[in-house]
Structures are given as structure tokens and as C-alpha cells.
């Protein structure tokens, strides 16, 4: 139930795994900026190849990265999961995975190519299957569940199942499958995408997280006892039903922006109680984050009646501006937090201060870079001009993440090399 | 779940008393940060002597086992001990930047440190300790002081 040492070196995973999958992130991003140069106004049209590589770029390139991060990170501290070997289990995942995203937005670009589809299945499904079955074998183990640590494994189920799902969709477009199902296993494909994995995993962290790094009053029981297996439920149980009755996932669509809804305003209200005053980058991040899924979660349900491009064009542009916001909010704590935590328990005196990581000045500057980034891409609907600004703003965006993360590793490395050091056992 | 109430509340108490020191040194207010710090250090300090004098033997002498959960819990109490004394130096110094950013480290620190504790700690406190136990503990960890 406990490790030896809590939140200790021995716990945790070397700070490397966190770094590289978070740059990784960064670099994803860098790319998504180049290709909407590329692609500009066609990914507007759902149906184009610019909208399928840029929606991958995110959803796989940036999220899963960071998500991956997040995981490798929090799983022992939330819930008290110790992976072993973490380094060697995160080269296991992270080069398959690399290579698989890069063959999949070649597939998506090129079209008709069998053997990248064939690829892409091969190195994605094998390398997510396979960490997300190794951290849900870990996960059913705990003895003492957390609403985080219920939620987290929801999501990785959600994980495990749109992977699942993708694998059937690549066979059909690499010319393996008939896809008679193509339809249903295609919605349920990013229906767990976005809701099942990406959504319910930023509510279970956000139930230890919120509490702990702003210090908020409780979520209420309802939200965090049955949110994330709700949703999980209904996503399964839509899936199902889809085959008998087609339209089942319009109303589960209805139900799932609702909870989200709520779920937002829950925890925006949670935030406006936090007993901290002091308000840094990361709770802008954290409003402008829930705020969008609010927008997001409206125009995803009048979607649903309103067959209106730019309505559905909103819905996406709002989720995206949700998931990034609170990956940025995590950031600029996970970073500067591991950062100083790694080098003080290594017992260096001198170990950076959490500011002298990542200054709040510098955060607050990415915040900014961030809402210019998602304005230009809302104005562009309107003056189709401007996707050239917000691919500038992307690359800007991510290229000053990946600049935080480099810094961040430089001055690790130069605090373990000229760092004065005391040892305990003196 | 008497245990759990009590050291619950005193967690809630030192949250209160650390935002108000971390607003009034943000506001560089240095009179009324070094009160309010003065009283969070003071508390938080408390309660680990009321943790590690009374509540972890009693756990310990039941259960059988020192390298445990409170082991852990000593050994993370070690790390704030040591953020506490930086904190103060820089309240001394008059550094905001210094003192937010240590306040920064210390909220994460003692925020897991504390869920830990509410969730699973003194939870099982509350389950393995006999009535009798539970009361006498309660009792002594009122009576201590720093």
C-alpha cells in the first residue's frame, strides 16, 4: 500500500522519462504548426486529409505524449503504483511510438499506401497496447482506490479500446478489412478519444491536483465517486448499442456534454473557493481550460441538431484549446516541481528553486502566446487569413515549451555537476 | 473515525494559516507574513510532534511495524522541516520571489503529504486502533505541545 519512501526518488521515475516525453509533446507541436502552413483552411473540412493528420498530431503527437508523462509521473504518487523499470518500459513505448505516428500522418497524407497503414497498426497498437495494459494490471492491484485512481483507469481502458477501435479503422483504409462497421467503430473511436481517454483522464488528475496545488474545497461525492465510470459506461454501452440502433449515440453525445458541463463548472467553482489568493499562469490556464469546455461541450450538443460546419469547427477548436490549456497548466508545476524535488532529495543544497526553473513571469508569457494562438484560430473561420498567424503562434507556442523543457534539463545536469551536496549519512 | 477528524482539521488549520502568509508576502506585507508563518510553522510543527510522539508509536505498537506507512511519513516530515527553515530565512531576507517559490514547493509537498495521511494513514488508524486506544490518543495528542 505504501512504498518505503512516499514521494521519494525510489518511487518516482527518473525525471528523464518525464522530460522526454513531455518534449516530445513540444516537438509534436512544433510539426502540428508546420503542416496547418501546409493544410491551412482544409482542416476545417472533417472529411479532408489536412483535418485527419492535424486531429492526429494533437490527439496522438501532443496529448498522448504529455498524457504519457503524466502517467509515468503521477501513477505512483496518486495511486500508488510502482512500475518497474519505468526508463526501459518508457524506451519500449516511446520509439514504437514515434515511428508509429510518423507512419500514420504519412498513411493519412499519402492515402492508399497498405504497407504504412500496416506499419502504423503494427508499432502504435503493439506499444500502447502493452503500457496500457501494464499500467491497468498495476492500477487493479491497488488495495486502496482513489477517485484518481478509479478515473485513471477508466481512462486507460478508454485507451486500450479506441487503440482497439483504430486498429480495425487502419485495416479498412489500408485495404485489409471490407470495414462493413467502418461507421459505428469510427465513432466510437473518437468518442472514447476525446471523452473516454482524454477527457476522463484530465478529471481524475483534477481531482488530486486541483485540491492539492491550490488548496480547493472537496469535489462533491456524486462527481468524483461515479464521473469517470459513467462516462466509461455510457461510452460502452453506446458502442453496443450502435449496432442495433443507430442513433443512440446522439443522445449518449447529449448525456456526455452535459456531465462535462457540469463537471466544468464544478471545478471552476472549486477554484474560485481555493484558499490560496495568489493567482499564477497555471490557474488562467485551468479557467481558460474549463471555460472552453463549456463553449466546446455547447457547440458539440447543438452540433447534434444543427448540421452547421463552423458550429462543429467551434466544438473541436474549443475541446483542443481545453486539453492543451490544462496540459500547460500541468506543466508549468510538473516541470519546476520535479525539477527542484529530484535534485533536493539527491541532497544538493544548491538545487534550484521551483522560479528559478521556470519563472511565473515566463508562464504568464506562455498564457498569453496561448490565447493569441487559439483567437487566431477562431478568427480564421471567419477571415481564413489568419491559419497562417495561428500556424506561426503554434510553432511559437510549443517551441517555447520545448525551450522550458531544455532549460529545465541543462540546469538539472548543471546542478548534479558543479552542485554543492551534502550526503544524509555524513 | 475520530482520529481521522481531528488531524483532518488541523491539516485544513495550517492550509489557512500558510495562504495567509503566502498573501501577505506576496503583498510584501512583511509584519503579517511573519506572523502568519510564525503560527503555520508553529502548528505544522505540532502536529508532526503529535504525529510522531503519540499517533505513529500507537500505530506502530498495534500493528507491529515501524518501516511502514510512518515511516514514510517521518521521513517526508524531515523534507518540509527543512523547506520550513528556507521559508523563514526568506522571510527574514524579505524576498518575495524566494519565499513564493519556496511556498510553491512546500504546498505540493505537504499537500500529498497530507492526502496520503487522510487517505490512507489515518483511516487505518481509525480502523485497527481498539475504542479504548483511540480515545487515549486523541486525548494525549490534545495535551501535546511544542
Redesign the interface.
Known sequence: ????????LDQAPPISVVFRFFLQGASFGILGGVLLALYQNEIFDPASKGALVLTHVFTLGIMLSVMLAALFQMLP?IAGVKLTSPAKKANWVQYPLIAGILSLLLAFHFGKIAWLYLLASLLLGGSLLFISFEMIKKLLQVP?H?SSSKGITAALFSLAILVIAALYLTATLGGYSEGIHYVQIKTAHYSFGLFGWIAVLIISISF?VI???Y?TPPYPNFANRYLSNGILFLLAAASILSFFLPDIWMICHLILALLLSIYAIITLKRLSKR????SDATVWFWRLGLGSLIISMLCFALGLFVQTAWIHALAYLFFGAFALSIVFAMFY?II??LT??HL??QGYFTAP????VIH?KTAKKHFWIHCSMMTAFIMSLIVPQLIVLASLLTVLSFGWMGYQIIHAHLLYVKTQKEGHKFSMNA | MIISHYMKHEHRLCDDYFAKAEEAASKKDWEEATKQFEIFAHETLQHFKKEEEVLFPAFEKQTGSTEGPTGVMKYEHEHVRGLIGKMAEAILDEDVDAYLSLAESMMILLQQHNMKEEQMLYAMCDRVLPVATKEETLEAMKQTEL
Open positions: 500500500m505504501f512504498s518505503q519512501k512516499g514521494l521519494s504518487v486502496n482513489t488530486q485540491e492539492m496545488f488548496v484558499k490560496r489568493p495568489v508545476k519546476p516541481f527542484w524535488f533536493s532529495s528553486m521551483m522560479h528559478e511565473p
